[in-house]
């Protein structure tokens, strides 16, 4: 039954009895909500595919495994103490076939029942003899003589699988997932394709396993020297059907292997293999910085170097003294070696020993190497290689599981005690929550498949542009005198722009136009812009709209201009799809339409709410979703907020984290005001450190809006938490959000709060089994739920697939409700979590996560915008360590609860 205004008793009643919510929260403790007994019932049932298979578990009560740490020494040479100069484990140092060779060859000594290794440091194994034992190995690098290696293996712990079993089959009293024994797990189902496959690969400690290319096929060319390789993803999930293997297609951009030469021909454009000039030696070595080669002008002799740079000098002009006399690189390979070189004129490689330099034609990069930080080409190739359809993934799903050989009786897993009780996917069951209906100013729509057609629809809450500029960052000529005719002009643009305004009730009068002169900065033409508006019309823009040559180009310095020195929202638009200067597309109209969204909502409209017909007493679903909060918002007040932490993409010492906090202000949950922080301290931290001064601030912003009021229920999206920390980041921030409440005047102030955690970054995927409940892509359809089967066995939580597919195979968004005072029943957080998604300003769709958590990512994006000391914050490489302290600028009072960072 979902949670009505007349409820609150009845309802408070559960509250104290799940949650009992502290009132001093750093002396209580926080009881997370359990699963509800039954899932929801609202909605058309279907019955759906998914990426899990079943796992037999019944015979791993009996197993005991047993974990060791494994340590590798250079054993001592005969005559001679302990080794000298080397690092006391290698397990860290040594090349990864060296160690698995190793650590194999030790393993047999042991006699144990089974034992499956990690590739570092981990050997879980059933019984057997341990001790210190010396291995007599060949280098794997065949380089030199044989050499000794001493293999420690040490017990680390001993596990039962017995919490494990009775964890899945619900005896016991304890609920916390037996992490441990599911990681011991994980390295069992991994270890064949690591130790007993050869061909196969496994990228560092990840579960993503990539068979070998006569397997899985023909590897995919990317822009600048990447390529892509299709294997797989598995891991172990503890579910409410019992134990599942979740398989997922995983595609994974690697340097591509191979000489060295031929790698560059892929790097560099149009290389003629020839000569190399500055710009090619820069862009090679940033390519390659980093990079394991090998080296092969020794027969039947491989050795592993890393690739420092190219040097200045060649293997002809590289002279070095060698037996008292002065001789050239390519002198010396061919008296040494009797190897003529072919490219004695291209740079030398350098490796990280100084001195040690290598002709380029006898490098050759390994295989197997990830790529770094990818470019927007080959981001879009990645895409487009990885985004199967449906039925295409669904089947590659099937095949991995084949290939793998998991099922095989004789497999590492099978000697565990584990086995695939079918080898098929999982069938779930699922619902299909019915839609919203979404008003504009001058009729209701009620979406199809997630989508809807903004076609002659006026703003629900329209704003007029009476006072802008535009700036334009385009040679003047090219814009209102295009070569391409005068449909390209910005008079063009402007007049269509104009029109789609006027379609949608918001009057739009001519802007004042800046072309930048000579050698002025972004800065200053925006200055410009706005003291030519406020002369003419007397009071400041309402708006700055900007024209890009490029996109990316020149955007940071408008929104640190417009956002921290003005104090006035800006639009920016990409010269070539706006068709300023370029052949309009097909699709301007569209184009300004979705402008239009943006700027109606930055100046402080609604364009779209959800829904004034909900707003009244629903018969088919009563007291369901955001209508009966917006209804009774005047007795009780309620907020949405999203949260998000968003993490540089390049790690460097003045890497820093960016987080951000999004709250509606409104009745219909359309207007957010946003607080953007830097994270204090250390990069990667995953909870807000200042979320209760955010917090606060947006209390006293809506009081200050509402006339007054303060927020009765507060329900909060929180994204960017991995599942390790959820417990953490619920201690900490669910602390912070009651202390910024009880700030407010004499610490009565205690509102219920809820809070959703939402996860994307996850391997399920759920597919249609009835071709007639899918959408035209043949994803599943918007609103389709699971909250049993695939779902944890006690913790709250749901899988929701909210959009339309458009490319590829939709990824549902797993919600894990953490805390719930309000007591709301599962078909109210459903309904209304499907609702907010229909809410996004920016776009006529539902969107895949609930739109606060998209507007908070949206606000942290712009926060790393804002940062100060570094010019090109999106690359934060440029940090030297020199204790540079990097901040964020603030953002103008006159914005900062407006939406300008939609």
């Known amino acids: 039954r979902g949670f009505t205004p007349q409820d609150r008793s009845s309802t408070d009643d559960i509250t104290r009895v799940l949650l009992q919510p502290p009132c001093d929260p750093e002396q ?26 079943e796992m037999d578990f019944s015979k791993l009560k009996h197993a005991q495994i047993e974990h060791f740490d494994v340590v590798v020494h250079r054993a001592p040479e005969a005559g001679r103490g302990d080794a000298q100069d080397v690092p006391e484990d290698l397990t860290k140092v040594l090349e990864p076939e060296l160690l698995r060779g190793i650590v194999r060859e030790a393993a047999a000594r042991c ?23 010396q291995v007599h190995v060949e280098a794997a690098d065949g380089g030199g003589k044989p050499r000794r290696f001493e293999v420690r293996l040490s017990l680390a712990a001993q596990l039962s699988m017995r919490p494990l079993i009775d964890f899945l089959q619900g005896r016991g009293r304890a609920r916390a ?71 997922d297609m995983s595609a994974t951009p690697f340097i591509k292997s191979g000489p060295i030469l031929e790698v560059l021909r892929h790097i560099l454009d149009r290389w003629d293999g020839r000569h190399l000039d500055p710009r090619q030696i820069k862009d090679a070595e940033k390519a390659l910085k980093g990079v394991k080669f090998t080296t092969n002008h020794i027969p039947h002799q491989s050795r592993t170097f890393k690739f420092k740079g190219l040097d200045t000098c060649t293997p002809d002009t590289f002279m070095f003294e060698c037996e008292g006399k002065e001789i050239s690189v390519s002198q010396y390979f061919y008296e040494k070696y ?26 050759a990069v390994k295989p197997g190497q990830r790529l770094g930080k990818l470019t927007g080409a080959q981001t879009a190739e990645i895409i487009k290689h990885a985004a199967k359809k449906p039925h295409e993934h669904k089947q590659f799903v099937e095949g991995a599981l084949r290939t793998s050989g998991l099922d095989h009786p004789d497999s590492t897993l099978t000697r565990f005690g584990l086995q695939v009780k079918r080898t098929s996917l999982m069938s779930v069951a699922g619902r299909v929550l019915p839609p919203p209906t979404v008003t504009y100013g001058n009729r209701s729509i009620t979406p199809e498949k997630g989508a809807w057609n903004l076609t002659q629809v006026s703003m629900y809450d329209p704003k007029h542009l009476e006072r802008w500029g535009l700036v334009v ?40 136009v800046v072309f930048p002169q000579r050698n002025e900065t972004i800065k200053e033409s925006m200055d410009v812009a706005y003291k030519l508006v406020e002369r003419k019309h007397g009071q ?92 009774d918002f005047d007795q009780a007040p309620f907020m949405l907020v999203g949260a998000d932490v968003t993490h540089s993409v390049v790690k460097s010492e003045n890497a820093r984290s960016i987080s951000a906090l999004v709250g509606s202000m409104n009745r219909s949950a359309t207007q957010y005001a946003t607080r953007i922080r830097v994270q204090p301290g250390d990069s990667n931290v995953e909870i807000i450190k200042n979320l209760q001064d955010m917090m606060e601030e947006l209390l006293l912003e ?65 597919y249609a089994s009835n071709p007639h409940q899918a959408d035209r892509s043949g994803n599943i359809l918007p609103g389709t739920v699971v909250d049993g089967d695939i779902c944890h066995p006690y913790e709250y939580d749901f899988f929701m697939n909210s959009h339309a597919g458009i490319q590829g195979t939709s990824r549902p968004a797993h919600y894990h409700v953490v805390v719930d005072e309000n007591g709301f029943s599962q078909d109210f957080l459903q309904l209304l979590t499907y609702r907010t998604t229909y809410m996004y300003a920016r776009a006529s769709r539902s969107v895949s996560v609930a739109t606060p958590v998209y507007y908070a990512h949206l606000a942290a994006f712009r926060g790393r915008a804002l940062l100060a000391g570094d010019d090109d914050v999106s690359s934060l490489s440029s940090g030297q360590g020199d204790g540079t302290e990097l901040r964020m600028n603030d953002v103008h009072n006159n914005i900062k609860s407006t939406m300008f960072y939609i």
């Open 540 to 631: 400041p823009p309402q708006l700055i709209m900007v024209v890009l040559r490029v996109k990316g180009e020149g955007y940071n310095d408008v929104k640190m201009s417009s956002d921290v020195l003005l104090g006035v929202p800006s639009q920016c638009l990409v010269a070539q799809n706006a068709g300023i200067g370029f052949l309009p597309k097909r699709g301007r109209q569209q184009y300004c339409a979705n402008v239009a969204l943006k700027v109606n909502a930055k100046l402080g409209g609604v364009n779209s709410v959800v829904s004034n017909s909900e707003m009244q007493p629903s018969t088919q679903f009563p007291g369901h979703g955001l209508g009966w909060m917006a209804r």
């Open 702 to 766: 809506f009081r200050r809006r509402t006339n007054g009021k303060v927020p009765e229920r507060i329900v909060m999206y929180r994204d960017g938490v991995s599942e390790g920390q959820f417990e953490a980041v619920i201690a900490e921030e669910y602390g912070m959000i009651k202390q910024a409440c009880l700030s407010m005047g004499d610490g009565s102030y205690k509102p219920k709060v809820t809070i959703l955690i939402v996860h994307k970054r996850h391997h399920t995927r759920l």
């Open 28 to 53: 209580e403790s926080i009881v997370r909500p359990p699963r509800p007994e039954a899932g929801g019932t609202l909605g058309m049932k279907v019955q759906l595919w998914t990426n899990h298979v």
């Open 473 to 512: 960052l385009m040679d003047e000529r090219d814009a209102v005198q295009p070569r391409a005719g005068p449909a390209a002009s910005l008079d063009a643009f402007l007049h269509d722009f104009r029109g789609v305004l006027g379609e949608r009730r918001m009057r739009c009068e001519p802007p004042v």
């Open 338 to 363: 009797n190897y003529k070189l072919r490219y004695g004129h291209l740079p030398c490689v350098k490796t990280p020993k100084k001195g040690m330099v290598f002709p380029i034609e006898v490098c």
């Open 111 to 133: 006699r144990w029942g089974a034992w499956a290794y990690d590739g570092r440091k981990s050997i879980y194994a059933l019984q057997g003899e341990v001790g210190i034992m």
């Open 177 to 247: 997932t037996p992490q441990k024994e599911l990681q011991a797990l994980d390295v069992v189902v991994k270890h064949d394709a690591l130790m007993n496959k050869p061909g196969w690969f496994v990228l560092g400690r990840s579960n993503n396993i990539f068979p070998p290319p006569a397997v899985r096929g023909r590897d995919i060319g990317m822009p600048g020297g990447g390529e892509i390789w299709l294997g797989y993803s598995q891991t172990l999930r503890p579910c409410i059907s019992g134990l599942t293997l979740n398989l």
